[in-house]
């Protein structure tokens, strides 16, 4: 599961109280799917939506877990069940390493852990939040960073630092590219495909999404361009040392960005 989610270019949300839902969600074409235990979840189903989630990953065992964050009256039972099931944890609230530490331990030595940073304390964590015992991958929670921030969480502008921030510290901690924020606008191609090429520019490589529609459109972004393709195998054939290639000058940093571009193709 860990080389799964590592090279997933979308991560897609489906409310774990509806499990009708749980079926489409897996065969949307998704790298992964999140069951979701928290945002979508309202307080007085919280305990049905674990169950529902408990029995579909029993049977199907697939999917990741999104808890609700530490501090919370839910946290320990849906920390107990991912760990009974064996599920990837996604962490909302990502900020405390001692947290993240302490969760680790309760998943075990398999145990796998998608740290979600969403606010401004995970943030200036990052680092340390990435480097936190378990985690794989971090992922952006724009949405409640923007609300905390008092920003529009569509502002590319108001979140960069936060995105760069996330992008140099996964690449610091020696993780694999983060995972970009969502696009609320469920119906608005534009928007989506703005985000997309904006977060692909600025490193992510993968993509949290809230519909099956965007799951489509989202990968096809994360994936190598054709002209991408073509560069990255005329790179790798050049000489080692330093070279030349299209009146451009190749050295080994060149080389390692062409062999991650055919290694995620």
């Not at 979701?36 to 049905?48: C, I, N, Q």
């Not at 990502?94 to 304390?121: F, K």
Request: charge should be negative; include cysteine.
């Amino acid at each position: 599961m860990t080389s799964s989610l590592t090279r997933a270019r979308t991560l897609l949300f489906v409310p774990a109280d509806r499990p009708d839902r749980f079926a489409k969600a897996a065969g949307s074409g998704a790298g992964a799917a999140i069951l979701d235990l928290e945002d979508a979840v309202a307080p007085e189903r919280k305990d049905e939506a674990r169950q529902h989630a408990a029995a579909w990953l029993t049977s199907n065992g697939h999917s990741l877990v999104r808890v609700n964050s530490p501090g919370t009256p839910w946290y320990e039972e849906d920390v107990t069940m991912a760990a009974r099931c064996g599920a990837p944890v996604v962490v909302p609230k990502a900020e405390d390493p001692a947290a993240l530490a302490e969760l680790a331990d309760r998943l075990g030595p398999s145990g796998i852990v998608v740290a979600l940073v969403e606010t401004a304390l995970g943030v200036e964590r990052a680092f340390e939040v990435c480097s936190s015992p378990g985690v794989v991958r971090a992922a952006l929670g724009n949405v409640d960073l923007a609300g905390e921030l008092g920003v529009s969480p569509d502002d590319h502008t108001a979140l960069a630092h936060a995105r760069s921030r996330l992008v140099c510290a996964s690449a610091a901690a020696q993780l694999v590219p983060p995972v970009d924020g969502v696009t609320t606008a469920i119906r608005d191609a534009a928007a989506l495909t703005a985000d997309l090429a904006h977060g692909r520019r600025l490193g992510f490589t993968g993509k949290l999404c809230v519909h099956p529609s965007q799951v489509v459109p989202t990968e096809k972004a994360f994936a190598p361009t054709e002209e991408e393709l073509i560069w990255a195998r005329e790179v790798t054939m050049a000489q080692d040392g330093v070279s030349v290639v299209d009146g451009k000058m190749v050295d080994k940093p060149v080389l390692e960005r062409a062999r991650r571009i055919l290694a995620s193709s």
